[in-house]
């Protein structure tokens, strides 16, 4: 009897043990878990328009009076100065108007003297009675009116002159002179509609970009309180999908809303050393708003929604385990989350892994950032 109890107790004994060896062998490993460590970096706040270039300074040449063209005196597509001859018209009537104004002039005034002196010796002559008041009012009548004459042919000649001058047709502004759209021998007139050639200042280059005025109502709420570094760098993407290798800056924007669109004009100036932009091309300007200092980015794909919409993600603790955190993201930033609320510098974000774990568990983590640098060298 006492040895069936004592292979009775060896049997439960070796039972429990097997158990035991069972229970360990099946024990599930720790689920591998990828993650990055989050730091604080600066990030700036960028608005992405489309817009096309337009020249800063554009000059329609156009005759002031009417010829014949003589002369054309550029080359199209050449570059010119401000005051360069651009064009000759024939002066010959215009010269003559202006000797005829001159001669007038002079006449005018060879005619002063006289009235002068006959003016002053009846005035002399009234005191003794030895000339009516008649007489008096009419020399002193004659005197001012050849003095009258004689402004109206100095206007004249200012006229004529301005008129012959006129006759040489001078770049207004500086910058690459277009194609002519006129040729010697052409008439011209003082009302033409259409202009002779265009000016246009290639040195540095206007952007006109438009935004939602909703989109710059939030951008200046947003702005507020912030320090506003480096506000209004611009950067451009060229027609081709090249950067453009200088650096522009928002310059001013228009003061009303365009009713049509409900959008506002804004207006960048880039340099144009090597005349690459051309006036009309489309581009794409990258406007930078602000910078913001020790701002938190979190990979999209650590960051999750639950069914209200609240953005949460998983971060492990110094104990390796898991844990389901809330945040408030505010804005997509390439592939990543602004974040304000929720992650902290030094914080573990799993971004890899997540649909095999739950809250609270222990999991065995991999550094990605280590992985991704072992890769690149």
Known sequence: MIYKKIALLIGLSLLTACKEDNKNTMEMPKPEV???TIKETSVPLTSELTGRTVAKDVAEIRPQITGIIKERLFKEGQIVKSGDILYKIDDSTYKAAYDQAVAALKSSQAQ???AQSKAWRYNTLIKNNSVSKEDV??????YKQILANIEEAKANVETAKINLERTSIKAPISGKIGISQVTPGSLVTANKESALAVIRNLDEMYVDVTQSSVKQLELKKNLKNKSNKNNNIVSLKLEDGSIYDQKGHLETSEVAVDPSTGSVLLRAIFPNPDYLLLPGMFVRA???NDIIDNAILAPQQGITRDMTGQATAFIVDKDNKVKQIKLITEKA?????LVSSGLKSGDKLVIEGTNKIRNDQEVKIIDIETINKKENN
């Open 137 to 142: 009012d009419n020399a002193n009548s004659s």
């Open 34 to 36: 990828g993650v990055i």
């Open 333 to 337: 930033i390439g592939n990543n989350w």
């Open 286 to 288: 990258t406007i930078t």
């Open 112 to 114: 002063v003297s006289a």
